[in-house]
């Protein structure tokens, strides 16, 4: 049977290896609010997810209309600049959580990801977005910036001008769940209809491969954009011949000369 945990503003669901965590605010299109980060960070960093256990997390919002429409504003009106930091460095440790886990990281985009929302699905391993999914970072309509990591990561994706574009122009510019893929933005993109059955085969093909490989393939990926070539490289042969110190490949290997499936342990 599934496994829920208990919160106020997620809805999070164990199943075996996979855990489904909702964003569960529809009425208020999933804004980020105080509560929701300090749940986030609960989860993300409270012993509730064991890594070995669990080996992907999919994150999303409920309801269609949106997958985070962006941080509460009427939760922020009264923020001093003090508060203000301490809700921004929040939501970078939650950010930074979903990027430096072993486990990977799913984002369902349907409807609504701006601002905040936009920051927290870029800070997923794989996004999946919805034809119809809109992502912006329209922080500057409020003569605010973005505050999760929006300005560091979105550049990143989709490189200077886009970024440029998106940041300065805020409201003025966001992207369709085309658009966002074909930047970058995006892993993938369905129909509308076929969101929920893609991020299912994405899951499944995840679970099927070994668990080493793909925690080790993800921190590599992830620490590529801090190091030198060469010394991703180095990181790299290292990783690739400490594979073969262990179980998970010789199964692997084994298991392809069979003509069988591999039956992987972590």
């Given at each position: 049977m599934p496994n829920k945990l208990d919160f106020s503003t997620l809805i999070v669901e164990q199943k075996g290896p996979v855990c489904r965590?909702?964003?569960?605010?529809?009425?208020?299109?999933?804004?980020?609010?105080?509560?929701?980060?300090?749940?986030?960070?609960?989860?993300l960093?409270?012993?509730?997810?064991?890594?070995?256990e669990t080996r992907v997390l999919v994150l999303e919002g409920a309801g269609q209309r949106a997958f985070v429409a962006g941080a509460d504003i009427a939760a922020m009106?009264?923020?001093?600049?003090?508060e203000?930091?301490?809700?921004?460095?929040?939501?970078?440790?939650?950010?930074?959580?979903?990027e430096s886990s072993p486990i990977v990281t799913v984002a369902k985009v349907q409807g609504y990801a701006l601002g905040g929302g936009?920051?927290?699905?870029?800070?997923?391993?794989?996004?999946?977005?919805?034809?119809?999914?809109?992502?912006?970072?329209?922080?500057?309509?409020?003569?605010?910036?973005?505050?999760?990591?929006g300005t560091q990561r979105l550049v990143r994706r989709v490189g200077m001008h886009v970024a440029m574009d998106m940041l300065l122009c805020?409201?003025?510019?966001?992207?369709?769940?085309?658009?966002?893929?074909?930047?970058?933005?995006?892993?993938?993109?369905?129909?509308?209809?076929?969101?929920?059955?893609?991020?299912?085969?994405?899951?499944?093909?995840?679970?099927?491969?070994?668990?080493?490989?793909?925690?080790?393939?993800?921190?590599?990926?992830?620490?590529?954009?801090s190091m030198s070539l060469d010394a991703g490289l180095n990181a790299e042969a290292t990783s690739f011949?400490?594979?073969?110190?262990?179980?998970?490949?010789?199964?692997?290997?084994t298991a392809f000369l069979e003509k069988r499936n591999a039956s992987f342990t972590q």
């Open positions: 965590v909702t964003i569960n605010r529809p009425d208020q299109l999933n804004a980020l609010n105080p509560q929701v980060f300090d749940e986030l960070e609960q989860l960093y409270g012993g509730n997810l064991t890594v070995g009106q009264s923020f001093s600049p003090e203000a930091r301490a809700f921004a460095r929040t939501g970078q440790m939650v950010t930074k959580a979903l936009c920051e927290l699905a870029m800070a997923c391993d794989i996004v999946i977005a919805s034809r119809s999914a809109k992502f912006g970072q329209p922080e500057v309509n409020l003569g605010l910036i973005p505050g999760f990591g805020g409201r003025g510019r966001t992207l369709s769940g085309t658009e966002a893929h074909q930047l970058g933005l995006a892993s993938r993109v369905v129909d509308d209809d076929k969101l929920e059955a893609e991020v299912t085969k994405v899951v499944q093909s995840i679970l099927a491969a070994g668990p080493m490989a793909v925690a080790d393939c993800k921190r590599l990926v992830r620490e590529a954009y011949a400490h594979a073969f110190a262990g179980d998970e490949a010789a199964e692997g290997i």
